[in-house]
């Protein structure tokens, strides 16, 4: 990887939680989200899942990142008006500390906060 393949702009981001009023909650992205992160990122799969008598899409990405250590699974990926959670620990390439890779999931056109 080189910095001129960060071609792409994305936010990461910690969702905020707030109540679903059932007793659960729900996730939602900050307010005023801006992408602010050079990017690699590639379309790996794409598929279409039964849910709920509903065909949903599922568009697998690899976003690469400069390394940032404290980037783990719980952050979520905004990039080109959707809205990715990122599915499994993010890889330090090569263990270098220069390449972060997160895979990256995008449920229902990215629409995981419910439109």
């Known amino acids: ?17 707030i109540s679903d009023g ?7 992205p900050p307010a005023n989200l801006e992408p602010d992160t050079p990017a690699s990122v590639r379309m790996m799969a794409g ?10 899409q599922r568009v697998r990405y690899l976003v690469t990142i400069r390394y940032e250590p404290s980037i783990t699974a ?3 990926v905004f990039w080109q008006n959707r809205y990715l959670e990122i599915d499994g620990p993010p890889a330090n390439v090569g ?3 220069k390449w972060l890779e997160m895979q990256c999931v995008q449920r229902e056109a990215g629409e995981i906060y419910g439109g």
């Open 1 to 17: 990887m080189m910095a001129s393949q960060l071609t792409e702009w994305v936010a990461l981001f910690l969702p905020e939680l």
């Open 22 to 28: 059932q007793g659960g909650s729900r996730e939602v």
């Open 47 to 56: 598929s279409e899942t039964a849910s709920q008598e509903q065909t949903a």
């Open 74 to 76: 719980a952050y979520r």
């Open 95 to 97: 263990y270098a500390d």
